[in-house]
């Protein structure tokens, strides 16, 4: 049968018959032709074992390597553990985020090396300042060295970074988290940084440090032991304050004043935001973000805010240029607050007297002077809230004197001047009390010291 003979139908069929078998043949083909080429082609390098990859095949470099599965695992078990965390922590405060809390996952190098950088940013130099001038604190050098933690805030960015690697976590690791958190949870709430902004004194420092570290003391102590009765608030405050504060070298480390300043956010802060809370729950500690204690006569004292509030008031140190000259700079000029003046006191004074003499405080001006070569001039003035309160700080600072500045030789004031003058082989001291006011300064010299009394008020 020619192809005349088929249909138009039939030679259709035909046709799509031998393309199929076109197609069909040209399949096995390909797949005869794979065959040969994985048969005569080794495997790949990574299956052979011990076999080395080949340079075309190194990764290219990560500067942020992606976690192992044993890190990305311990994150996991972290991230699990964080969320109960945050979740208790919220309900026990009252507080729900505003945005989510970015939390940062850190092996333990890599917090140590965060925390340092943090710290050093912040100046501790500056920090210091008023207290060694005053002569509280040892003027050493810094070498700023970082304790273990579970996780730490940084306000300044927004972030909470948390530590994995550990085996496991542990009840004060869990309790770190939860005061971490709390103070996300106050930055989203009551903006820290803006807070901190708000201070412009050493004592309006220390008592901000004290709300904000007092609230989240507080909510860690009710979250690790449900009842503040039982809380255990030394080992609390020595846990928080360790985390939260690096060391700043053996010789500062070791100065008790050093160690009381450290803790003074975490142990009276805490006795502080407890007054209020029990004064009024969390709602009069929300409400102490919008107007802070202004001193840390009112941490101290919470009655002196919860009541009649005791506002710190301006004391006036002049200008003293025109009397020291164009050698002299001036180095500080701040407001140290009752806490400070009750430390200096208790360095060299019985405790009780010390903190006796403090109480009553009613503001202070702590100014400083440097000249070239580095003499310093300093004058603190402070006023209380009574004279008999001053007459009991004068004595006070009059019984320091000797035992402080060895060795010592009271003095006849200089013509026209009155107060209590002494000579010491550092230089010149002065106390005098007027009314209300006292006033301690030091200088090089007798002269030096007199042209300087002359114009205060």
């Known amino acids: 049968m020619s192809a005349s003979d088929f249909t138009p139908g039939q030679r259709r069929i035909v046709m799509l018959m031998v393309i199929a078998v076109i197609v069909v043949f040209a399949m096995l083909a390909g797949v005869v032709i794979t065959s040969i080429q994985s048969w005569e082609s080794p495997p790949p390098a990574a299956t052979l074992p011990f076999a080395s990859p080949s340079p075309t095949s190194l990764p290219t470099p990560s500067l942020t390597p992606s976690p192992t599965p044993e890190g990305l695992w311990s994150q996991v078990l972290v991230a699990r553990l964080f969320d109960q965390i945050a979740h208790q922590v919220e309900t026990l405060r009252g507080l729900s985020p505003r945005a989510e809390v970015p939390l940062n996952f850190l092996d333990e190098q890599e917090m140590t090396t965060l925390l340092r950088r943090l710290y050093v940013e912040r100046s501790p130099e500056a920090q210091l300042l008023p207290y060694t001038a005053l002569g509280l604190l040892p003027a050493v050098p ?8 579970a996780g730490m805030y940084v306000p300044e960015q927004g972030q909470l970074y948390v530590a994995t690697g550990r085996q496991e976590s542990s009840a004060d690791d869990q309790t770190l988290l939860a005061h971490a958190y709390a103070h996300a949870l106050q930055d989203q709430h ?9 201070a412009t004194t050493t004592d309006a420092t220390l008592a901000i440090q004290a709300l904000v570290e007092g609230d989240a003391t507080l909510l860690a102590a009710l979250y690790r032991y449900e009842d503040q009765t039982t809380a255990d608030w030394e080992h609390l405050t020595e846990l928080i304050s360790q985390a939260e504060q690096p060391g700043y070298g053996e010789d500062l480390d070791r100065a008790v004043a050093w160690a009381r300043l450290q803790r003074f956010p975490y142990r009276e802060g805490r006795r502080f935001a407890d007054a209020l809370f029990q004064a009024g729950g969390w709602e009069i500690i929300n409400y102490a973000y919008t107007d802070p204690p202004r001193s840390t006569e009112q941490v101290l004292h919470p009655q002196r805010y919860l009541e009649e ?5 301006d004391v006036v140190v002049p200008d003293l240029s025109t009397v020291l000259g164009e050698d002299w700079s001036a180095l500080l000029r701040d407001t140290l607050g009752e806490f400070v003046i009750g430390l200096y006191l208790d360095e060299t004074l019985p405790e009780e007297m010390a903190w006796q003499a403090a109480d009553g405080w009613g503001g202070d001006t702590f100014v400083v002077w440097e000249r070239e070569d580095g003499h310093r001039v300093l004058v603190w003035r402070t006023v209380w809230d009574s ?8 004595r006070a600072i009059v019984a320091l004197i000797p035992q402080r500045y060895l060795p010592v030789r009271p003095v006849d004031p200089p013509a026209r001047l009155t107060g209590q003058w002494w000579e010491t082989d550092a230089g010149a001291l002065y106390v005098c009390r007027v009314a209300r006011y006292v006033t301690l300064a030091r200088a090089p010299d007798i002269n030096a010291l007199a042209n300087i009394v ?4």
């Open 142 to 149: 810094i070498s700023v060295n970082v304790h273990r933690t």
């Open 190 to 198: 009551f903006d820290l940084d803006a807070m901190d902004a708000r």
């Open 309 to 313: 509030r005791d506002r710190p008031a």
């Open 387 to 394: 004279t008999a309160e001053a007459a009991e700080f004068e």
């Open 454 to 457: 002359e114009v205060l008020p």
